[in-house]
């Protein structure tokens, strides 16, 4: 996925590294996207792993969190025929574990996906889109956008990107009590 990604994207650097061990500066990095590695980690370190790359944001950084919203803890499963143990939150659980980090979630989308394996059905996912509290203007901008799932009309309205087996519903993320009580505190 590395080599791939190199050369679609040859003036943006990739690196394949366990996300508990990766040197991360605070503001050094303008988008990051956690999609499905979470699942390996248990509770705790997830929570870790997503309050360091919170710091690791740039003050208009993004971060795109995605994962199946399920509310388990090492779970043995299968996954493309191989057997793994999933450590997951279900959605809202997820979005607060983004706000504790101290994000601001922009944007919640769930779906249906059926990967393309013989013994695989229908599992949900989640993409939670978030930023630096207090440090963006509520909009997403190029990179940061696609990396989200979400285009734009000529118009400048949001519209989902879908792919074939895909149902995607995209809607604002409700805030919730942990939000709700850092916006009083900073009033």
Not at 46 to 73: C, I, Y
Not at 153 to 158: D, E, I, L, T, Y
């Amino acid at each position: 996925m590395v080599e791939l990604a190199s050369r679609q994207v040859p003036s943006v650097s990739f690196r394949c590294v366990d996300v508990r061990e990766l040197p991360v500066d605070e503001g050094s990095f303008d988008a990051v996207c956690v999609y499905f590695s979470l699942l390996q980690l248990d509770r705790s370190e997830q929570r870790d792993v997503v309050r360091r790359l919170a710091r690791a944001l740039t003050p208009d950084g993004h971060l795109v969190l995605a994962t199946v919203p399920l509310d388990v803890e090492g779970v043995e499963a299968v996954f493309m025929g191989q057997p793994v143990r999933v450590t997951s939150f279900g959605a809202p659980d997820l979005v607060a574990v983004a706000e504790e980090a101290g994000l601001d979630v922009l944007e919640r989308e769930e779906t249906l996906f059926t990967p393309a394996h013989p013994d695989a059905g229908p599992e949900p996912h989640v993409f939670c889109t978030a930023a630096g509290a207090g440090r963006h203007g509520g909009r997403l901008t190029g990179a940061g956008r696609r990396a989200s799932g979400v285009g734009r009309r000529a118009s400048g309205q949001p519209v989902p990107l879908t792919t074939r087996d895909t149902t995607t519903v995209v809607a604002p993320a409700a805030p919730s009590a942990a939000a709700s009580s850092r916006r009083r505190r900073r009033s």
